[in-house]
Each structure stands twice: as C-alpha cells, then as structure tokens.
C-alpha cells in the first residue's frame, strides 16, 4: 500500500465523522458500464460498503437455448459479451463440438485464432477507452474507438455484422474470408503498431492516471481465485493462468505451434519488459493499475498472434469445412468447455439428451464472477475508486445478466 | 488426480459421501450425497491433493417433462440435478460435482429442495448459488443472503424449471 500521509484525503476524512449515507449509483450512471446498480454507504467520503444489484439486463438466454437447436442459440451469444462477440461464439461452438467429438478443419483452426484475437484486441481497446472515460479523461475514448473501428470494418466485410457477429459456428465458420482481406489486415496491424505508444503516453504513464489507479483496489491472489475472477482481473493479481494455455486440448490444440507468454507479472517483471513502460513505484501488485496493464500487454500479444493466425492460415491450403446443419442432433450427455474470453474465462456447459435441441444450457460468465468481488474491493475506499475499481474489472453487464 | 487413487482418498476420509462416479467420462465427475457436500468441498479445497481453490460454476438442471406423452418415454425420475464445476489453479485440473435432490423437499410442490450452501468454502460462491435460487428453485441453507439475483425480488416462480409458466402481467407489463 502507498503510504498515507498527512493531507491524504482518506485521513481527513476519517477525522470528520458524519451520519452513514445510502447512495445510490445507477443503473444510468455512466460509469457504471451498462445498467449496473450500485448502492454505496458512506461515511462522508469513504465507503464502508458497496452493493452492486444486477439483472437489469436478465432476459434467461439459458431459457431460450432450451427452445433451440445449438447453432440457433449461437445469435444469443453474440448478445451476451457484445464487444467480444467473436469470443463468445468460439466459447459455445467449442463447447458443442466437445461434445460432439466433432474437429474442426486445420484451416478453420487457424482462421479462428486470427478472428479470436482480432476480437481480443476491440475488446481491449474498448476496455482501454471506457476506463479513461471512467477517470474523467475523454480523449483515450477517442483515440481507441478509432483503432477499433478499424476492426470492425475488417469484420464486416469477413461476415456481413459490425457487432453481432455470429460467424464462428458450430463445425467452422459462416464463410471464409473475401479476397484481399488478409493484406487490409496486415496493413491495420502495421499502422496500430505504433499507436499503442500514444496510448502508453495518454494512459499508462499519465501522472493522474497513474495517481486514481496506483494502490487503489488491490486483490491479493487468494481473494482472486476463491472468488472465481479470471482473465486480466486474475493475471492483474499476479495469478500465471491463461485458458489458451493451461484449459482442455480442444481449446489448447487451436493455439498449438503458436507462440505467445502469458501476459502476467512473474518475479517483478512482465514478459518483454523492455519495450513497455516501466511500472511506476505507487503500484502494487493486484491494483487496478495492474489490471489495466495486463490489458495493454494482451493488445500486443494478440497481435503478435494474429500475426503468426495470418502466416499459417494462408500457408495452409487445405479446405475450410462447412458448418454443422442447423439441426445437427447432438450426442446425450454433458460438456463444460471455458475458454479464454478479453473480459475472463467463459464457461459454457451443455446437457443434451440425443435431440437436436439442448436439454439444459449454461454461460458461466467471466464478468459475473468479477463483479461479484467489488464489495470486497471498495470496502474504507473514496467515493471516487469506485468508478475506478469497477472500470478496472472491464465487465459487461449483458454477459453479467444473460 | 483422474486415476483412481483419488476416489479411494475421498472414500478413506469422508466414508459413505461419494454415491457415484464417472472418472473416464468428458469431465470426470463424482456424485455426492446432497447432506454430505459441504464437507466434501471442504475436503476438496483444504484437504486433497489437489486443492480445488476456484469453484466456476454452479449448474441446476430440472429433469421434468412436463409433455406426459413423452414423460412415459423417458428413463430417468423427476429430480433436481446440481453440477458443482471446480477448478485447481496451481495444478490446472477440474473435478465436476453433481449432487440429485428431490424436485420439491417431500414432493409437496411449493416446497423448495435444500442442500447445504458452499459459500462457507469459497466466498465466490454467494452469488452462485443466489442465482441457482432465484432461476431454478433450490433452497441453500446456511446461505449469508439468499435472495433473488437476476429476477426482481417479488417475482413469482423459477424460469429455469421446465414447467415454469411465464406470468401474464407485471405490474402493469403484458407478458404474454
């Protein structure tokens, strides 16, 4: 922890007792990502407790799986983490294919991990921007939202959707790439390279933001695995585990021969350390500076990897496959399949009775479990971490409430 | 840890808990007695060789047709299945627990089934377990807060049960 000096506000206002205060922030807060209620009692400045009230959003797609066949359910994917709809889709169509014992074609293979972390990097990127915005900075929003659009394009034109995608399905994908695209790709990496610089100068060495997010909500690793956090909440606090490297082979095997380290902080260092800025002195370990850290060095190592998706795809001839049919029948039984999703790990589990529709579907959401931590986080914080803690979580709150 | 050494250690320390399982299935699941399951994933967290540190997620699946015709085709009875999936951090290896309870406590309909709440064991699974409740109807006792997470609280019903009715109005909002 930084150490508290005399005029740190939180030592004023210890002085001042006041009456406890409920306040109640959303679900039409802007900071709060989405229609997530937070009810925060104070004690003047400092909050002694935070609830968070989800479920503004709850529309049961588990429900509605159970009505239809499991490619149909593959559009309600897209709906729950909508900035990383890719994610998703691969989440629940690897799920299936578990079950299903079905492999997927060497091409498609790669042609995934290249969408997958073209979806990684938006993801990011929004992250990034909306974590500004939270701080009170408006610019970063801007400079990401341009690189991001960008993304968006190149996937309109691979899949017809700038946001609900639905192109990674069960047995593929919808279609394969259109000429040229893979050129248009490379040529956005290229111009994005030099980008993440400015993005270091306006965020991640930026005094003020170094100052809100330094030592603020920090999570030992303890607290972070029991209560379930994944992805860059879990890697912020130190934890060396990554889906795409440590989850089942049906996942792992899609990033085999690539090469890529997990983006975490291992005996003071992160990996390539050199070509980032250094961590400044304030930050601890497990602080929102971390998580926001560990989501800047994910940019790069998925472009690294989509570099490398790139090479192999178009080095690989061999056909693409076609989809399951809509009404593929799927084999009795049951599979749980996580996958490594921008916001944490997605689970998916599916229960199949023979038919060609799901007995019982499940989305174990990466988000919900992060949140889930915040009342942990904020406890004795000022009013104004809260913005900062609950942005540094990155969550959803269409994956939260499903 | 998928071999069999590890059920016999489970069966040595806690006798009688385990009532079922299927280590070479897709994911390697045991079957727990529900009065037994606080103490087997307290033995699974502290005890155990691997230490199951992360609990993912809790499922409820109702097994309920509600269609009689095809109700008299099916082989298995009416119940509530819950799916416990865990995770080991250090040693990268899941266990998934699954637990049968009746679909109403005494099959008097209204009557919540109960099993002991987990959130003793791994506090990430408060809000598990409120959601359970809230969609599929299942009572933990010993739960810090067991209220309705998703759903508003005064809703009526569990959706997630296969014969759940969708109410007709809300307060004013058509349903249907």
């Avoid at chain 2, 070479?24 to 994933?41: F, N």
Wanted: hydrophobic share 40%.
């Amino acid at each position: 922890m930084a150490q508290l000096i005399d005029d740190d506000p939180r030592i004023i206002e210890f002085d001042v007792r006041t009456d406890e205060m409920l306040v109640n922030m959303g679900p039409q807060h802007p900071s709060t990502h989405g229609v997530l209620r937070l009810v925060l009692r104070t004690d003047g400045e400092i909050v002694s407790e935070v609830e968070p009230h989800i479920g503004y959003l709850h529309r049961c797609a588990e429900k509605i799986g159970e009505n239809l066949t499991a490619r149909q359910w593959i559009p309600y994917t897209d709906r729950m983490d909508y900035l990383a709809a890719m994610n998703m889709n691969l989440g629940w169509s690897l799920a299936v294919e578990k079950l299903m014992q079905y492999q997927v074609s060497e091409r498609a293979r790669h042609l995934r991990v290249l969408i997958a972390e073209m979806g990684r990097i938006a993801s990011h990127l929004v992250g990034m921007g909306a974590y500004g915005l939270d701080l009170g900075t408006f610019s970063p929003f801007l400079y990401a939202f341009r690189e991001r659009e960008k993304i968006l394009d190149l996937f309109e034109e691979a899949c017809g959707a700038r946001l609900t995608y639905s192109y990674i399905t069960v047995g593929g994908l919808t279609a394969d790439l259109p000429p040229g695209w893979l050129r248009k790709c490379e040529e956005f990496l290229d111009q994005f390279e030099p980008v993440i610089q400015e993005y270091h100068s306006l965020l991640t060495t930026n005094a003020i933001f170094v100052k809100r997010t330094a030592a603020i909500g920090v999570m030992s690793p303890e607290l972070a695995i029991e209560y379930g956090c994944s992805g860059p909440v879990l890697r912020g606090s130190g934890v060396d585990q990554d889906m795409r490297r440590d989850g089942e082979s049906i996942y792992t095997a899609m990033y085999d021969g690539y090469a890529f380290e997990v983006a975490v902080m291992k005996n003071g260092h992160y990996p390539r350390d050199h070509a980032y800025p250094p961590v400044p002195t304030d930050a601890v370990l497990g602080d929102c500076w971390h998580r926001f850290f560990v989501r800047m060095l994910e940019v790069v190592q998925s472009m690294d990897l989509v570099r490398q998706a790139i090479d192999r795809y178009s080095a690989c001839k061999g056909p693409l496959g076609e989809p399951v049919k809509l009404t593929e029948k799927i084999p009795a039984g049951d599979a749980y399949l996580e996958t490594e999703c921008p916001k944490g790990q997605m689970g998916f589990y599916l229960v199949s009775d023979g038919s060609a529709i799901p007995w019982r579907v499940r989305a174990r959401s990466s988000s919900f479990s992060n949140l889930a931590v915040t009342h942990e986080l904020c406890r004795g914080c000022l009013i104004a971490d809260v913005p900062a803690i609950v942005g540094s979580l990155d969550i959803v709150m269409g994956e939260i409430d499903r | 840890m998928r071999g069999p050494g590890f059920l016999e250690q489970l069966e040595q320390a806690l006798p009688g808990a385990v009532s079922g399982s299927r280590l070479d299935a897709l994911d390697p699941w045991i079957e727990v007695a529900p009065e037994r399951l606080v103490d087997v994933c307290r033995w699974l967290r502290e005890k155990s060789e691997v230490r199951f540190d992360a609990l993912e997620c809790i499922t409820a699946i109702d097994w309920f047709e509600p269609d009689p015709k095809k109700a008299a085709k099916v082989t298995w009875q009416p119940h509530t299945e819950l799916v416990y999936h865990l995770w080991s951090t250090a040693s990268r290896v899941s266990i998934v627990l699954k637990v049968k309870l009746p679909r109403w406590k005494g099959d008097v309909p209204g009557q919540l089934p109960e099993v002991g709440s987990v959130s003793g064991v791994w506090r990430g699974a408060n809000w598990h377990e409120r959601e359970v409740y809230d969609l599929s109807g299942v009572m933990f006792t010993g739960h810090p807060d067991l209220r309705r997470i998703l759903c508003p609280e005064d809703w009526e019903g569990y959706p997630l049960r296969k014969d759940y009715e969708q109410p007709i109005e809300y307060h004013g909002i058509r349903g249907r």
